[in-house]
C-alpha cells in the first residue's frame, strides 16, 4: 500500500511538472537559414512551386486552394503532411505576405497549434541568404508542454526543409525567356 501511494505521487509530481513545462513556455521559436548559389527570384520560384513543395518539404503530401488566388494575401490553403504514425496532419494557411522574390509569410492552424512563419530572400554577393522565422504555441498546456520538448526535433525539420531547398535551387535553372527549368 505504501508503495502505490509513492508511485501515485511521483507520478502526479511529473504530470504537474510536465503541464508547468506548457505553462511556463507558451510561445516557441524556431530559426533557420541557409545560403543559395543563385539570384533570390531562382530561390524564391523554387520555393513558391507548388508541383515542387514535395521534394524539400518534409513528409509533404499535397496542397489544396481553399479560397483566393494564389500568392494572394489573404488566400487560404489547406497543406497535407504525413505523421510520424503514417496518418495525416491538416494545416491550414493563410497568406499574410508575399513579395515576388523577397517575402512570403503565412499564418498557420494545425490540431496541436496555431502560428506564423516569415521566409525572407535576401542577396549576399550573388548568392541569396534564406532566412525562415516561426512562431508557434500549442492549443493547450499539454499540448504546448510537448510542443517544449519537441523544440530541437522541429528545428533540425525546419534546417532540413531549407538544406533540401537549397539543392533543389542549386539544380535548377531561370532565365528571361524560360523561368524555371531543368528539375
Known sequence: MKFLKWLLIVLATVFVAFVLIGWL????????EVT??????????????????????????????????????????????????GGEMEMLETVTAFEAGEHFAFDYDTDWMTGYSDTRFTEQN????????QEFRGKNLWKNAMLT????KI?????????????????????????????
Open 25 to 32: 513556455n507558451p510561445v516557441h521559436t524556431s530559426r533557420a
Open 36 to 85: 543559395v548559389d543563385a539570384k533570390p527570384e531562382q530561390a524564391f520560384a523554387v520555393m513558391n512551386n507548388p508541383a515542387l513543395l514535395d521534394r524539400w518539404l518534409y513528409m509533404f503530401k499535397r496542397v489544396e486552394n481553399l479560397s483566393g488566388a494564389p500568392n494572394e494575401v489573404g488566400s487560404r490553403w489547406k497543406l497535407v503532411f504525413e505523421d510520424e504514425s
Open 126 to 133: 550573388g548568392k541569396t541568404l534564406i532566412t525562415m522565422e
Open 149 to 152: 520538448l519537441s523544440g530541437p
Open 155 to 183: 528545428d533540425e525539420i525546419n534546417q532540413q526543409n531549407l538544406d533540401s531547398l537549397k539543392q533543389l535551387v542549386e539544380a535548377s535553372s531561370v532565365s528571361e525567356e524560360q523561368p524555371l527549368t531543368d528539375f
